[in-house]
């Protein structure tokens, strides 16, 4: 705030002398903030809108447990949209205490009538705490509620089958660990990260960030980490050389970055490297459109199947450009090698399992 105010004056603006201060500014926005509030709570509840409720568990940078919860309505008669209602922090972490703490939520803008006649819906992710029959916060408030309808979050569904996937399909767990090491690398060390800015710099490219595979993130940032290493394979050879070539690091770190650079070298993981990439792009782009209100499950799953059973015998783009560089044993001017040490991940085992998941079954 005091910065803002500082560029305005320069621009000869009459900021006048109070309510300058950053405490000002954050009760000024939280005012209008509980007014809008107030003001959505007054149109759903004297229109009778009907309303869905979405839950997520998260943690603060101070490790607090918080409740994010979004309400789905149509306002002023337009379509329905989702937006933020409220973060609250958790005094625990049972289904008691998350129901609890909804409920109050809730109440705080809602009366029992309303909720009773106008609460649709409730959307979480399949964690044993929201959705367990005995005792989750589903069944909990279905008591309370008998007429609601409880969805198990699709993306959510669509990372159980991809963390089912990693288990079976052999291959993708030497990925997976190949990928950590390299987020461990370059997000602990400020060092590594100047050094590979200027690998990267060097030869004119422009750094993407590389995120983990796989893990408890959605499957669209899993893509963007294999489509870093993709778009800087270049980029990160050169550093991994330079590393091991540096004689002002112990020879243990210069073995390592040596190890690094055999695996990225090797036939079979730019093998990998391509048939991820393409298996990712469509999971992603299936991931977004899973939000889009228009699509149906059943149409969107069916094309999917479709385009996994067709890259079964048909390569995508980036399977296509691995088999012209294994012919040539060179991808983007780095010389491959082979290694014994390496699994390859066959695209049949993969995709028939990516098609046999999660994502379409109904709880």
């Given at each position: 705030m005091?910065i803002?105010?500082?560029?305005?004056?320069?621009?000869?603006l009459?900021?006048?002398?109070?309510l300058?201060?950053?405490?000002?500014?954050?009760?000024?926005?939280d005012?209008?903030?509980?007014?809008?509030?107030?003001k959505?709570?007054?149109d759903?509840?004297e229109?009778?809108r009907?309303l869905?409720?979405?839950?997520?568990?998260?943690?603060?940078?101070?490790?607090?447990?918080v409740?994010v919860v979004c309400?789905?309505?149509?306002?002023?008669d337009?379509?329905p949209?989702?937006?933020?209602?409220?973060?609250?922090?958790?005094?625990?972490?049972t289904?008691?205490?998350?129901?609890?703490?909804?409920?109050?939520c809730?109440?705080?803008?809602?009366?029992?009538?309303?909720l009773?006649?106008?609460?649709?819906s409730?959307a979480?992710d399949g964690a044993?705490?929201?959705?367990?029959?005995?005792?989750?916060v589903?069944?909990?408030?279905?008591?309370?509620?008998?007429?609601?309808?409880?969805?198990?979050?699709s993306?959510?569904?669509?990372?159980?089958?991809?963390?089912?996937?990693?288990?079976?399909?052999?291959?993708?767990?030497?990925?997976?660990?190949?990928?950590?090491k390299?987020?461990?690398l370059?997000?602990?060390?400020?060092?590594?990260?100047?050094?590979?800015?200027?690998?990267?710099?060097?030869?004119?490219?422009?750094?993407?960030v590389?995120g983990?595979?796989?893990?408890?993130?959605?499957?669209?940032?899993?893509?963007?980490?294999?489509r870093?290493v993709?778009?800087?394979?270049?980029?990160?050879?050169?550093?991994?050389t330079?590393?091991?070539n540096?004689?002002s690091?112990?020879?243990?770190?210069r073995a390592?970055y040596?190890g690094?650079?055999?695996?990225?070298?090797?036939?079979?993981?730019?093998?990998n490297?391509g048939?991820m990439?393409?298996?990712?792009?469509?999971?992603?782009?299936?991931?977004?459109?899973?939000?889009?209100?228009e699509?149906?499950?059943?149409?969107?799953?069916?094309?999917?199947?479709?385009?996994?059973e067709?890259?079964?015998?048909?390569p995508?783009?980036?399977m296509?450009t691995?088999?012209t560089?294994?012919?040539?044993?060179?991808?983007?001017?780095?010389?491959?090698?082979e290694n014994?040490?390496?699994?390859?991940?066959?695209?049949?085992?993969e995709?028939?399992?990516?098609?046999?998941?999660?994502?379409?079954?109904?709880?």
């Amino acid at each position: 705030m005091p910065i803002d105010l500082n560029v305005q004056k320069l621009n000869g603006l009459n900021v006048g002398r109070v309510l300058h201060s950053n405490k000002t500014c954050g009760e000024i926005i939280d005012h209008i903030a509980h007014e809008l509030k107030k003001k959505m709570a007054k149109d759903i509840t004297e229109n009778q809108r009907k309303l869905c409720v979405l839950v997520d568990e998260s943690t603060t940078i101070s490790g607090k447990t918080v409740l994010v919860v979004c309400l789905r309505s149509a306002l002023a008669d337009a379509e329905p949209e989702t937006f933020f209602w409220e973060l609250i922090e958790l005094d625990g972490t049972t289904a008691d205490d998350i129901t609890k703490a909804l409920m109050e939520c809730l109440g705080r803008d809602f009366n029992e009538d309303f909720l009773g006649q106008c609460f649709v819906s409730f959307a979480c992710d399949g964690a044993s705490v929201m959705l367990g029959k005995r005792t989750g916060v589903a069944t909990q408030l279905c008591s309370k509620f008998p007429s609601l309808f409880v969805w198990h979050c699709s993306n959510h569904r669509l990372e159980l089958a991809v963390g089912d996937v990693v288990k079976e399909v052999s291959g993708l767990n030497h990925f997976q660990i190949f990928f950590d090491k390299l987020y461990s690398l370059f997000h602990a060390s400020p060092k590594n990260q100047r050094q590979l800015a200027q690998c990267a710099q060097a030869v004119g490219q422009r750094l993407l960030v590389i995120g983990r595979v796989l893990s408890i993130r959605w499957v669209a940032s899993s893509e963007r980490s294999v489509r870093a290493v993709w778009e800087n394979y270049r980029v990160l050879h050169d550093h991994f050389t330079n590393a091991a070539n540096d004689t002002s690091r112990d020879s243990r770190d210069r073995a390592k970055y040596k190890g690094l650079d055999d695996v990225l070298t090797s036939a079979t993981f730019v093998s990998n490297l391509g048939l991820m990439y393409d298996a990712l792009t469509e999971l992603s782009d299936l991931s977004r459109q899973l939000q889009k209100r228009e699509m149906t499950a059943d149409r969107l799953l069916t094309r999917e199947i479709r385009v996994f059973e067709s890259m079964v015998t048909m390569p995508g783009p980036h399977m296509t450009t691995v088999h012209t560089a294994l012919a040539e044993k060179s991808f983007k001017g780095v010389a491959l090698r082979e290694n014994g040490r390496l699994v390859q991940i066959h695209a049949a085992q993969e995709k028939s399992h990516y098609m046999a998941g999660r994502p379409g079954t109904i709880s």
